[in-house]
Structure formats: structure tokens, C-alpha cells
């Protein structure tokens, strides 16, 4: 026996992926307090890391805002539509925005961007798994 569709959860999830903005100012603090142990001068941990999970919230928020537009079991398709729209959309901003900080911001610390994105895409799965 099937079981029906559960209801569209789309105002927890857009109030969970704002409050992914504390987390964002946490890694921001952690690499500024990281700098300063490290004696990292120009700050370029920091930098780093901000900018890393920065990307990840951008391309995030992107992905909810197309994704979770529409709702309703009359336009399932138009549902999925959105999401597959919402991932391209998500990667290519997430590829022009790495391209832009790795081209234009100089000096940077490569490592810090890329590990201050993993620490918020985390983050954010662990949000969406606890929502389940």
C-alpha cells in the first residue's frame, strides 16, 4: 500500500537555509580567530574561509528560492522542473563565483575558500537531514 505525499515544507525550509546566515558569521569568526593564532598577518585564512562559505550560502539560496517556488500536487512537474532548474542554476553561479575569487582576489588562500565551502555545504545537509 502507498503511502500519500507528505506536505511541502516550504516555510521551514526558507527559515532554515536564513539561519544558515549564523553559520556563515561563525566561520567567518573561527577564521578570523584562526588568523590571529596562526599569525596570519594579511588575514588571507580568514578571507579565505568567508569567502568559501559564502559561495556555498549564495548557491544554496539560489537553489531554494527556484527550487521551492512552486508547490501543490497539481504541478508536480512544474515541481521538478524547478529543482533540475534550481541544481543547474545552484552549480553554474557556484562555478562563476569560485572562477571570480580564484582570478580576481589576490592574494587568497585556496585552501581556506575551499574548506570554508565544505564546512557550510555540511552544515547545510545536516540542517536538511534533521529536518526529516
Same mark, same amino acid.
Given at each position: ?66 527550487? *521551492? ?47 570554508? *565551502? ?15
Amino acid at each position: 500500500m502507498s503511502r500519500p505525499a507528505q506536505r511541502n515544507k516550504k516555510s521551514a525550509i526558507y527559515q532554515v537555509q536564513m539561519r544558515q546566515i549564523w553559520v556563515v558569521l561563525g566561520v567567518m569568526i573561527f577564521g578570523l580567530v584562526l588568523s590571529y593564532v596562526m599569525a596570519d598577518g594579511d588575514r588571507l585564512i580568514a578571507k579565505g574561509l568567508s569567502i568559501g562559505a559564502l559561495i556555498a550560502f549564495i548557491g544554496q539560496l539560489i537553489f531554494t528560492r527556484i527550487a *521551492y517556488h512552486t508547490v501543490g500536487a497539481k504541478h508536480a512537474r512544474q515541481i521538478m522542473l524547478n529543482t533540475y532548474l534550481g541544481f543547474v542554476i545552484k552549480w553554474a553561479t557556484t562555478l562563476a563565483l569560485f572562477a571570480f575569487v580564484f582570478l580576481k582576489i589576490q592574494p587568497i588562500s585556496t585552501v581556506s575558500v575551499i574548506i570554508g *565551502y565544505i564546512i557550510l555545504i555540511i552544515s547545510q545537509n545536516l540542517v536538511l537531514i534533521k529536518m526529516k
